[in-house]
Each structure stands twice: as C-alpha cells, then as structure tokens.
C-alpha cells in the first residue's frame, strides 16, 4: 500500500461548473424546442442534484437571421419556445448569455428529418427485453438516438377510505384518492444506431431498455413513450464518444475517458469548456402500453408489507371527526365500530408518499 498513491488532477479538484446543455432544436411541424441548462459538479461534490443554469437569454438563429426566443420554464434549467415550424431547409444555431454575462454560441448545423418510428417491440426473458423499429426508404437519415420516457401505474398497500386535514377527519372520494398512483422516470442510457455499413437504412430490435424481473413498473400497466432523433455524423460521433465514456467503463478492457468535443463554444472566454452538441432535427415519437395480464409469472413483492401493520385508536368521544392520534405518522383507515378508528402507516395509504402523483396523465388509457 505505501507505493500506492492518490491520482487528483487539477480537472477534477478545481472549482469547476461549465455549462451543460441538453436538447434539440425541433424542426418538425407546429413544435416546441425544449432547451436544459445546467452546470456540471466535480466528481468530489456531496451534492449531487442538479445545478440548473436560470435567469439566462436563450435564442435560436437560422442562417437567414431568423430569431426565435427559448423562454424559461419554472426553475429546473428548463427553457421552451412557442410551437414552431422551423422546417428542414435553414441551418440553426443556439445562442445564450448567462444571468452573469457569459455568451455562449453553437455553430450551424444541417436540419434533418426524422423518419417515423415503425414499431416498438418487447418480450419477457429474465425481465422485459423492449426494441425499437424504423426506417428511412430515402436512405437519408442513417444515423440515429433514442431517448424515453415510462410511466407506470402502482398502488398504495392499502385503500384509504378517509383522509385527515388539520386534525379533521374526511372522507375520499375520485378527487382526493391516494390509492392510485402514477410514477414517472425518464431514460439515463444514450441509446444510438447506425446503419451506415448496411446496403437499407433499417434499424431492426435496437435495444431500447430492460425492466428486471418482478418489478414494480410491471405490477399493474406501464407505458413507454419513445423519441427519435436524426442525428449528422458529427452529432452521432459525439454521443458515441460520451456513450462510452460514461456507460462503457469500469474494466481494463473497456475505452478510456476521453476530451470531450461539442459544437458549442463561450465566446466570452474561449478557453473555457463547454458541455453539449445541438442538433436541429423533426422529432418523431411512439407510446406503447404493456398490460400485467400480458406477462407470465410477474409477481411483485410490496416491501411496505413488513410495516404496514393495523392499529386501533380510540375516537374523541364528543367528536367522531376529530382526529386524535397521537403518533403524527399514521393516518385513518376506516371506522371500525362506534367509537372505534383503524389508522395505519402513513406511507402504507398515500401513493405519493412514494413520488408518483394521483393525477391521471391525460395520455393514460
């Protein structure tokens, strides 16, 4: 061990946060460009949520001199524009000046069209295995990126028939239920294709994703909305290299990191690093449904089981609706006989205890 000693170069100690961007310009028909901008942490950092870059000017330009602005959204380092038809024929360029004076600009770039996804595809082995379909008859389009995102439909371990709001019992009914819940994530992989050493521009079962076995996703009916972006050769390059630098290392036979090149560059300091490569491509999408009828042996294991134990609280005599228990954790369940409540574990009757919402999502059938 005393041979041994720490590697902790200056890239990776130093009080850095270069801006990242993440997004596409989207030059499909009456659509919205959704920009985030954030700033990267250093690998030593205790935090490590988002840092969101805000307050900041963000513009598309084309090469006409086209200006549409991109319009923060809340303050997650979201920016959108209006629905738009920027159409395939110009070349597009993102400009931003940060809340601290900062400029930021991306070079042109060549719109491309995306082709329509033709199909979304899944079997069950050792979990669910889901593929991707398409292909560009033109043989224009030939390279390729995915991203998704899955909801899914799940419940709390218990169905609350009450519910309690300062101190006062109340009854459920559709708009205040906390049994149903919908929990939403979205894809962490980059997922590209190339057909360029194929004679046809078809992408046939490109892996899109794995759901493990048993998983709560599955429990009920789950839901995939897929992406898809045309990409230049110069953008697939890009997600390539940062496809295996961040998902593809770890053994001595895996590729080394690498620099990493974008296509956008401060031009306020040159020298400072910039994360990103904006694209301009006609965003194409398909959902599918999986039904947990259409599954073979799927069976969930509620780990809440273990905690979700029923206990007995006496009412207030002189009020049945006045919730007296004393441990603020539980919540009530129902009534049990006069002057008799069921309360449980909180967690075990609020569905949003676990993140989701028990808002249905209006695409939910």
């Known amino acids: 061990m005393s041979c041994k000693k720490p590697y902790e170069p200056a890239a990776i100690t130093g009080n850095n946060a270069y801006l990242v961007i993440d997004g596409v310009i989207n030059t499909a028909a009456n659509a919205v460009t959704t920009i985030k901008l954030s700033r990267s942490r250093n690998l030593g950092d205790s935090v490590t949520v988002s840092n969101p870059e805000l307050q900041a000017q963000v513009v598309i330009e084309t090469d006409a001199g086209g200006l549409y602005n991109v319009i923060q959204q809340g303050n997650d380092g979201t920016y959108q524009t209006a629905p738009l038809n920027l159409g395939t024929a110009a070349k597009y360029r993102l400009k931003i000046i940060t809340h601290n004076g900062s400029s930021y600009i991306s070079d042109f770039v060549t719109a491309k069209a995306s082709p329509a996804i033709d199909s979304i595809t899944w079997k069950q082995d050792k979990g669910v295995k889901m593929f991707v379909h398409t292909h560009d008859p033109q043989n224009k389009t030939i390279y390729y990126r995915w991203d998704f995102a899955e909801t899914w439909l799940y419940h709390s371990s218990s169905q609350a028939m009450l519910g309690v709001n300062n101190r006062r019992i109340f009854y459920r009914d559709s708009t205040t239920q906390v049994y149903n819940c919908w929990g939403t994530e979205n894809s962490t992989n980059i997922i590209t294709a190339s057909t360029a050493a194929l004679s046809q521009d078809v992408v ?77 491509t006609s965003v194409t999408e398909k959902r599918i449904f999986i039904d947990n009828s259409q599954l073979t042996n799927w069976k969930y294991t509620d780990p809440a089981n273990n905690i979700c134990v029923q206990v007995v609280a006496l009412q207030d005599p002189n009020d049945y609706l006045h919730y007296t228990f004393f441990d603020t954790s539980f919540s009530p369940f129902y009534f049990i006989t006069p002057g008799q409540l069921a309360v449980l574990k909180t967690y075990c009757l609020d569905c949003t205890r676990r993140g989701g919402t028990s808002i249905k999502p209006s695409f939910w059938q």
């Open 204 to 280: 046939s079962y490109a892996p899109l994703n794995f759901l493990a076995d048993s998983t709560e996703k599955l429990n009920i009916r789950y839901s995939i909305d897929v992406k898809q972006y045309a990409l230049t050769l110069e953008a697939y390059q890009y997600w390539e290299i940062l496809k295996k630098a961040t998902q593809e290392t770890g053994t001595v036979f895996d590729p080394q990191p690498s620099q990493l090149a974008g296509n956008v560059k401060c031009t306020t300091n040159p020298n400072e690093p910039v994360i990103g490569f904006i694209s301009a």
